[in-house]
């Protein structure tokens, strides 16, 4: 699982998380420890592989979150959203976050083909949330599929 937020000390034992999975809302901390570029998580009531498998994909949600900086967005804000040239021409929609360490990168969905982008303001002039969308001034050749 991917830790998406700075505030890794959110992750101790007894700290709950919220989920987007249905039968299992509200997870508990049990115990933390770092792991190689991570944390190692693990849960209450999840000791088995089987309920470990059936959390495979869920988010780990937190309720307090920071106040963001005029041009930043949370990852989920951007899945979605449609992607349109300057023009105004429809070029696909965004299926995926990268996150870097020198730039996060957008995937986004063209056709039956997945470009990265580098979400960055030269190239993403525009980013509205409120209406879905996104514009992408892309120079030649960086949509060439």
């Known amino acids: 699982m991917r830790v998406l937020d700075e505030e890794i000390g959110r992750f101790v034992p007894g700290a709950d998380l919220l989920t987007d999975h249905d039968s299992h809302p509200t997870l508990t ?19 088995d592989r089987g309920t470990a498998d059936e959390l495979r994909g869920a988010s780990l949600l937190v ?8 041009d930043e967005y949370w990852p989920e804000e ?9 023009a105004g021409t429809q ?8 996150s870097g360490q ?3 990168r957008i995937v986004i969905s063209v056709g ?19 209406s ?11 949509l060439d599929l």
């Open 63 to 70: 309720t307090d979150r920071r106040e963001l900086e005029e």
């Open 29 to 47: 901390i049990d115990s933390v420890q770092t792991h190689k570029d991570g944390l190692l998580v693990t849960l209450a009531g999840v000791s």
């Open 91 to 98: 070029i696909g929609v965004v299926i995926d976050l990268i």
């Open 102 to 104: 020198s730039q996060d």
């Open 112 to 130: 039956v083909d997945e470009v990265e982008v580098p979400f960055v303001a030269a190239l993403f002039p525009s980013v509205d949330v409120a």
């Open 132 to 142: 879905g969308s996104l514009v992408l001034d892309a120079p030649d050749g960086l």
């Open 78 to 86: 951007l899945l979605g959203l449609r992607v349109f040239d300057p």
